[in-house]
Nanobody
Framework: VQLQASGGGLVQAGGSLRLSCTASGQFVSSYVMGWFRQALGKEPEAVAQ????????NYTDSVEGRFTISRDDAKNTVNLQMNSLKPEDTAVYYCGAARVGSKYEFWGQGTLVTVSS
């Protein structure tokens, strides 16, 4: 599975961005799909993930209510809608894919999100 992330950029605090991650090489409808981020000088953290079927999701506390993860299995894509962005959301964002019950094994390249104050 190859993952291609896109949609990062520079936005002012309070603004919105939408990240997309498109998979190729294999359909990922049976995979757990997630977004992770790593800020400069910090450990990576899981931001959000969506389970097969698209109904079950979870979020890290700091983005709950502001970010929405969704998947479009017909397009082999997972999206992260980020609203009310804060400077502390600045990071490189990565998408990943995992078989249910297993660790993430496929990763896309990062896309940089910069939120200015």
């Amino acid at each position: 599975v190859q993952l291609q992330a896109s949609g990062g950029g520079l936005v002012q605090a309070g603004g919105s961005l939408r990240l997309s991650c498109t998979a190729s090489g294999q359909f990922v409808s049976s995979y757990v799909m997630g977004w992770f981020r790593q800020a400069l000088g910090k450990e990576p953290e899981a931001v959000a993930q969506v389970f097969p079927g698209g109904r079950a999701t979870n979020y890290t506390d700091s983005v709950e209510g502001r970010f929405t993860i969704s998947r479009d299995d017909a397009k082999n894509t997972v999206n992260l809608q980020m609203n009310s962005l804060k400077p502390e959301d600045t990071a490189v964002y990565y998408c990943g894919a995992a078989r249910v019950g297993s660790k993430y094994e496929f990763w896309g390249q990062g896309t940089l999100v910069t939120v200015s104050s």
